[in-house]
């Protein structure tokens, strides 16, 4: 316990920005001598924080006196190191105490090449979308179109609803037979049911479906929520027998043409278990980087609801501000303007005044 006290990355920062006091392990993480880092203004730690984000967090931190955020750290050798900070805040003395730690980069995660990563990393994720919400439908269909045209390899994504995402190579025989017929569409359910029940991320399993074709299905997984499944289907076996005495009496028991189905039942694919395997392996990579690209769309959403709500918090902090605030961010002065004046200054969170000295400092700027 003593140990990891005196490895954390403390920092204390008052509401000025000025850092006044901060542990041995911090500054050497900031790549600062302990007796420099007191006094500095915290904007120049290279931190990837603006001066309205400080100021915001700043004060979320001293309202409900613990707040966390995330932003990055770029080192000497230009190197960002994303970092996750929480601060609680002191009332007493009037200031923060911020703890850093160094967290891995979402980008450098690789969930594609093992799928139970994501899986593992995530195990309480909670999603309201479903999956036609989170991954992009018109791409993935291109994809599976040139797939098709390709190997001839049927495929259908279908979400946890039946709605159906990405489709191709689907045969006649279950779209204008099986699946029109409520006694045999009964069939196909149950079949749907069985395939994918208790079925686990990165696995496939195959099938022979109530109406007597080969189906085989892998999930699509977001944290520990199946979203949906891919399939690859309908079709026999080259080293199979059809049975057709079978698929004749299933046309009089549901009424079918019976020339017609027989037509379709002949245009099923035939595929080895070599050419299935191999395209559920691909299947299964492919479950496993929509799950990844969904989980990132997801983040890109929330990131997003977030800064809204950050918005939405700094302009409630700029509106409780009696008067403009005036600060100083290196060469630069400027007052910043933050509720409507009796004045006809109607400004809003912007630079109304830029001091002289600046110009008398910089000639060239003039030019």
Known sequence: MEQNTINDKIMMVNAQGIVLGASAACAEFLEQKLEQLNGIYILDLNFGLTLTQFLAYFEKIKK???FAFKTYFTNQANHMIHIDVRGIYVDSQELVLLNISTGVPEETKNYFSDPKKLLMEFPTTAVELSLGDVMDATLFQNIMDYFYELT?????????????????????????????????CKNCLESDFEITKGIEVGEYRSYKCKNNLWDIATPIYLGNQRMGHIYLGQFFYTDESIDYDYFQNQAREFGFDEEAYMAALERVPRFSHRQVETAMKFYTKMASYISQLSFTNIKIHQTMIELYNVMNFQNALMDAVPSPIFTRIKIWSILVATKPSKRRLVWRHRII?????FFRKNPLSRL
Do not use: T
Request: net charge neutral; hydrophobic share 40%; glycine share 10%.
């Open 64 to 66: 409900d006196h613990h």
């Open 353 to 357: 005044s830029v001091k002289r000295w």
């Open 152 to 184: 001839g390899i049927p495929v259908g994504i279908i979400d946890m609803n039946g709605n159906i995402i990405v489709k191709e190579g689907w045969q006649d025989i279950c779209v204008n037979f099986h699946r029109l017929n409520p006694a045999s």
